[in-house]
């Protein structure tokens, strides 16, 4: 996609003068006909968090393993540090990796687990105690140096095996679905925790995740991968408000997909009111807008007390039913019909009780035109609309 691919080099071009800590350049890989990675071009900072997210079978642990060595590509090159490293072997490439599984050694000590690697290269006795201590203090495990690995938690684990990759000091660390295995409360807190351990380290991880909230949580930049590419690349807030597609709109999140046409630049839906949606990356090309986004959260229900509506520019307005209340206790979610046999998603914050809204209740939908986005029509299967479009009446 050529804008998002502009989005990427400008911002690389712009912020670094070092050469970028990964590149990929049109890298392909097949196998026996399944394009796993198809024509992938990507571009990682020094320093950068970055989380490559997306749906069981898009390519993520692929794209991985070639930047670790272990999978070469079909076509295509892989720089790390400027350097070109598409046919070096895993030993000889300035990454590690940390697996969902651990792999820890079970039968060697905390401390020898993480040393491992520092032996191996023949370091200095006195620089590995420093920089395994230093390791343990900087992952929560300084104590832990004695215990047998296979004695901890799977929090403990994992935190052990961030420590012996990280000990290495690599260039980049390759993380697929590391928090996998733990359960969601421990991974909320390991979310925390990584960040902050990345930010102290100053290391450039690739973060491979199916998780959106675990990608926005974490990614300083995050791509959205499907099948094999992805179809959008940014800042987690701009990706989510602003999205490129619609399979990024739905995969970062509920989303209401409003349907309309373009009347001389003018947005209108399917009963001909106008609607505005924030500039964006389709501005140039109205005529290709197929739909307007609009997360639940943004929109506001009052109750439609019959007078007319009045919109300001600033706000798009809709006129529904509620069919559905889901009360939640801090949230309630509504469903509603529109007056073109739409459903619309609301998710409201329960300030007081006059806020809710009950099945039945006539309601006026409104939502700052800034928090609507531009669509292109789906690609792939024809979504076929609930009514006919009419044509504007005014
Ligand atoms: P993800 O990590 O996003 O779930 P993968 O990179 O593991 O996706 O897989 C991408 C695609 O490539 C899938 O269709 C998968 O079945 C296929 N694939 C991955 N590894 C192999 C392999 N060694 N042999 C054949 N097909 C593979
Ligand atoms: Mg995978």
């Known amino acids: 996609m050529s804008t998002t691919n502009a989005e990427v080099n400008s911002s690389v071009e712009g912020s670094t003068q070092s050469p970028a800590a990964v590149r990929l350049e049109n890298v392909t890989k097949e196998f026996k006909g399944i394009v796993a990675v ?26 991985l393993r070639m930047v670790g060595g272990f999978e070469q590509p079909s076509s295509g090159k892989i720089f790390l540090g400027g350097q070109d490293i598409t046919w070096s072997p895993p030993y000889r490439r300035d ?20 040393a491992f690697g520092l032996r191996r290269k023949g370091k200095d006795k006195v620089d590995i105690k420093r920089l395994v201590e230093e390791h343990l203090e900087i992952l929560g495990l300084g104590g832990f140096g004695p215990r047998p690995a296979t ?31 733990l359960d969601a409360k421990i991974r909320k807190t390991m979310q925390v925790e990584l960040k902050r351990i990345q930010r102290e380290v100053g290391i450039t991880f690739l973060y491979v995740t199916h998780d959106q909230d675990e990608a926005m949580a974490l990614g300083d930049r995050i791509a959205v991968m499907h099948g094999g590419r992805y179809e959008d690349l940014g800042a987690p807030q701009r990706v989510y408000d602003e999205p490129a ?43 290709l807008i197929a739909q307007v986004g609009v997360r639940p959260e943004k929109m506001l229900l009052q109750r439609d007390t019959g007078q007319s509506a009045t919109s300001t520019d600033a706000m798009n307005v809709v006129r529904a039913t509620i069919t559905t209340t889901i009360y939640l206790g801090a949230t309630s979610e509504y469903e509603l019909t529109t007056p073109w046999g739409g459903h ?21 939908v409104t939502w700052e035109r800034d928090h609507g986005f531009a669509l292109p029509a789906a690609v792939g299967p024809q979504r076929v609309a609930s009514t006919e479009i009419e044509e504007p009446t005014q």
């Open 245 to 287: 597609t619609q399979f990024v709109a739905e995969f970062l999140g509920a989303c209401n997909l409003l349907p309309v046409t373009s009347d001389h630049g003018q947005l209108r839906l399917p009963d001909g009111a106008a609607i505005g949606a924030r500039p964006g990356s389709m501005v140039n090309s109205p005529e």
């Open 151 to 181: 004695q901890l938690s799977g929090g403990q684990q994992q935190r052990v095996a961030l420590a012996r990759a990280l000990v290495n000091q690599p260039r980049v660390l390759l993380l697929d679905e590391p928090m996998g295995a």
């Open 95 to 114: 990454v590690n990796t940390v697996f969902q599984s651990y792999a820890l050694f079970p039968h060697l000590s905390v401390y020898d687990n993480v």
């Open 38 to 63: 198809d024509n992938l071009t990507l571009e990682l900072a020094q320093g950068e968090f970055f989380a490559l997210l997306g749906p069981s079978g898009c390519g993520k642990t692929t794209t």
């Open 344 to 364: 619309l998603h609301i998710l409201a914050q329960n300030i007081s009780d006059a806020d809710r809204h009950g099945p039945g209740d006539q309601v006026i």
